[in-house]
Antibody, heavy 122, light 110 residues
């Protein structure tokens, strides 16, 4: 079955660190653009980061310098390392696969995980 | 850069058509044909409904259609059904290889 399963969320104090995982099955994270999107409680979606097949990474200004996206090829897992966490980072974090047709990426996410909740609070 | 602008809410009766707008700038929606739309039901993950402005992924009803004019993109839902009641988000590619979502629109089916 083609799916994404996130884990690693929880309650963390401001200034702390947390690593989110996203296990993929049915396809390779290496051969796809992979994205993290978050949603604060009662708020809209916010794009966070993407890792391209080349390994190039890109971040939203709100997390640049604090978050790091990466992947583990043998484990077929995507990660999001979050450092210097702030209250405003509290959200449900979704991992998603970018739509690929042939060799063209459409910068649209066609497969999503169920999300993992991060709460930053003292 | 601010989020793309969407109306906070729209509503329609079953069988009617509604259109949700997504207004950006010449730096995003106005320049790139990489606009997508997502449907999100409460407590669920988003679902891709439209990509590259007008294209529908396999399995998405042809009642959903997308368009663009200038710096604005549009999602039209025809023949409204009760199950269409959800939040809808537009998303646009930016020149920095990043993406930006709209603020979201809550669709109510009366």
């Amino acid at each position: 079955e083609v799916q994404l399963v996130e884990s690693g969320g929880g309650l963390i104090q401001p200034g702390g660190s947390l690593r989110l995982s996203c296990a993929a099955s049915g396809f390779s994270v290496t051969n796809n653009f992979m994205t993290w999107v978050r949603q604060a409680p009662g708020k809209g979606l916010e794009w966070v980061s993407v890792i391209h097949t080349s390994g190039s990474t890109f971040y939203a200004d709100s997390v640049k310098g604090r978050f790091t996206i990466s992947r583990d090829n043998p484990k077929n897992t995507l990660y999001l390392q979050m450092n210097s966490l702030r209250a405003e980072d509290s959200a449900v974090y979704y991992c998603a696969r970018d739509l690929l047709v042939g060799n063209y990426y459409f910068y649209a996410m066609d497969l999503w995980g169920q999300g993992t909740t991060v709460t930053v609070s003292s | 850069q601010s989020a793309l602008t969407q109306p906070a809410s729209v509503s329609g009766s079953p069988g009617q058509s509604i259109t949700i707008s997504c207004t950006g700038t010449s730096s995003d929606v106005g320049t790139y044909a990489l606009v997508s739309w997502y449907q999100q039901h409460p407590g669920k993950a988003p679902k891709l409904m439209i990509f590259e402005v007008t294209k529908r992924p396999s399995g998405v009803s042809n009642r959903f259609s997308g368009s663009k004019s200038g710096n604005a993109a549009y999602l039209t839902i025809s023949g409204l059904q009760a199950e269409d009641e959800a939040d809808y988000y537009c998303c646009s590619y930016l020149s920095s290889r990043t993406l930006m979502f709209g603020g979201g629109t809550k669709l109510t089916v009366l």
